[in-house]
């Protein structure tokens, strides 16, 4: 197989799978992260920010996001900002700090949330069969301008092959693991 070709099949793959997992780190599981409020912007002096760069984010325990702004007077504009997003999650403030409770999920919507899971998966993986099929066009063409045998052309399918069994397996081992998360009370 071309190097080239293998090399940034590789990297879009890999691609992928980072895409994956940011979009799982994104969904709650009834456990406080972080990453909840990754998405969450705040009017800073007019301008959008995103709250992590106006405020310390923190996880005192497992149920509980505790933030607090660098300046006092935006932990109003961080509540609205909260109430806005779909998080569906209601800020607590003291006036210094604002916590988030993370409610336990229902069984139902763990249902849901693993309904989503593995539509991202699966999302994925027509991503990464997309790039097999553009990696397999590419070494087709190359072999049409005669930069490449047929059997290097043959061996490239096969090893493009490989890659997608590979990370369509890393996929599946993903999605397992965050069903089981969601899934533990």
Do not use: C, W
């Amino acid at each position: 197989m071309d190097k080239e070709i293998k090399k940034q099949t590789v990297e879009h793959m890999e691609k992928a799978i980072e895409h994956l997992n940011h979009e799982l780190s994104q969904i709650r599981t009834g456990r406080a992260s972080t990453t909840l409020l990754d998405m969450i912007k705040v009017d800073y002096f007019g301008a959008q920010t995103p709250l992590k760069h106006v405020a310390n984010i923190s996880v005192p325990d497992a149920k509980t996001i505790m933030i607090q702004p660098f300046q006092p007077n935006i932990l109003q504009n961080i509540e609205k900002a909260i109430h806005a997003s779909d998080l569906g999650l209601t800020p607590n403030s003291d006036g210094h700090v604002i916590r988030l409770m993370i409610p336990q999920p229902t069984e139902e919507r763990r249902l849901e949330i693993i309904k989503i899971v593995k539509k991202n998966g699966e999302d994925t993986k027509v991503s990464i069969r997309n790039i097999r099929r553009e990696a397999i066009e590419k070494l087709r063409a190359a072999e049409k301008a005669h930069e490449l045998p047929e059997d290097d052309r043959h061996r490239g399918e096969k090893e493009t092959q490989e890659l997608t069994d590979k990370y369509t397996s890393k996929i599946d081992e993903i999605v397992v693991a965050k069903e089981e998360e969601v899934m533990t009370v």
